[in-house]
């Protein structure tokens, strides 16, 4: 069975310390894996990653794909009290119209 | 540009009546859509998806259905809600593998 596996499941960190969330996987024949940050409402996108190696890199986040090991991690650095959310891992395997979510990292910045 | 609407953002029900749940896409044409639920704090489930009008597949058996009607409208129902309903709920249309969601309701069943 497809699953997606994120931790951990709750993270507190204090502002300024770098943080490193993870996402392993077991799919079938993967296509895709994305990360969302969800801070109130509805889940807004911030990578989506195909390639093993490549980071792909927005502002003071970053995010890479092993297709080997089956994992990505998405790191902040220098984090700030708006980093606070739910940082949501999907992975999409196949061409079933899916994605196949983990269950979330909730990650609270103190100031 | 795309936008996604979805209403309404609060909902209080009691046990037994019926729910209808709406959510509209505007600025793209033949979406996908997808009705997900989400736990408390926690990853999401989904619920049901159309590629296109009067399309539905459903991931998971249970007291709601969903419908479209139009291209662009995408409708979560039920006819006798259940305590287990409650919950936080999210329209979402896709587009090349990503997702761009709602604003989400969030429905107490009573």
């Known amino acids: 069975e497809d699953k997606v596996v994120q931790s951990p499941l709750s993270l507190v960190v204090h502002e300024g310390d770098t943080v490193t969330l993870n996402c392993s996987y077991e799919v079938t024949n993967f296509r895709s894996l994305l990360w969302y940050k969800q801070e109130k409402k509805a889940p807004t996108f911030l990578f989506m990653l195909t390639s093993s190696g490549i980071e792909k890199k927005s502002g003071r986040l970053s995010s890479i794909l092993d297709k080997k090991e089956l994992f990505s991690i998405l790191n902040i650095t220098a984090t700030q009290t708006g980093d606070s959310a739910i940082y949501l891992c999907?992975?999409?395997?196949?061409?079933?119209?899916?994605?196949?979510w983990g269950a979330g990292t909730k990650l609270i910045i103190k100031p | 540009s795309q936008t996604i609407h979805q209403w309404p953002a609060t909902l209080v029900q009691p046990v037994g009546s019926p729910l209808s749940l709406e959510c509209t896409v505007e600025g793209t044409s033949n979406p996908n859509l997808y009705w997900y639920r989400q736990a408390a704090g926690r990853g999401l489930q989904l619920l049901f998806y159309s590629v296109g009008i009067g399309q539905i597949s459903s991931e998971v058996p249970q007291n709601l259905s969903a419908s479209r009607p139009q291209d662009r409208q995408f409708i979560l129902s039920s006819k006798k809600l259940l305590l287990s309903d409650s919950g936080f709920y999210l329209c979402a249309w896709g587009y090349n593998e990503k997702l761009f969601f709602g604003s989400g309701t969030q429905l107490s069943v009573l």
């Open positions: 999907a992975v999409e395997a196949d061409s079933n119209y899916q994605l196949i």
